[in-house]
């Protein structure tokens, strides 16, 4: 074992929102804001965590719109990538959301998380290292929080959408980060705090799948594939 992984891995790729920043609290509330907006003004019971964790936390973006509204039984038109941000279909939903995230990010900034620092200082000597988000505003998140010298290989939003890949639960994203590493899944390791993110790192057949809790769902992340969960990556030094 090495910083807490199997012997044979020679690659981490890591989640962005929740793993290594603590963007996913205002990724939540951005969502929160967004959905209450929709549900509030008919009467219709407001977004909670729950709903964040199950259906839309570490999916696409608009993959979250449409499946938190599945969840609920509610239909509203596709509409397209480009609908303005008040009209009521997934894309408008979804645009609205982040207008907000980016506002929030502007306002707030963007930190790493201390432990998520030290760990990569030390898996940079050791390990071939990636980061595979669903978020396409992760070039701008990484860097706000120095993160980007780390970074061998990304792949983000933007990525997911221009070579169509499936975003997570499908292992596409994490597949497509370990081809760009050059190494085979069942090398690298993947590290996730999204129950859909440790799902696609088992469906990936990937080596070795860090859950990482940063909101009280251990049980749910070992169910959904993580095969060791932490509280801080720092616990795997
Ligand atoms: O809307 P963005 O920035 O492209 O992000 C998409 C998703 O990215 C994931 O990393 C977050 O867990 C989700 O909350 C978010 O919805």
Redesign the pocket.
Known sequence: MKLGLPDGITACLF????VLTS??VL??R??RRTFDDYLLPRGLPPFTEAD?LNH??????YD?VRAFLASRGITVPEGTPGDPPELDTVHGI?NR??AL?DTIIREEGVTPYPGTVRYLEAARELFKIGVV??????TR?LDAARLLPYVQAQV??LVIVRDGLRGKPAPDSFLAGARLLGVEPARAAVFE??LS?VAAGRAGGFGYVVGVDRAGQAEALRGNGADVVVEDLAELL
Request: a negative charge.
């Open positions: 989640d962005l929102d929740g963007t996913a990724h939540r951005a969502w964040y839309v936390d570490g999916r696409p973006r979250g979804g959301k982040n995230i988000t669903s978020s396409a505003n992760a998140v983000d939003g705090d999204a993110g």
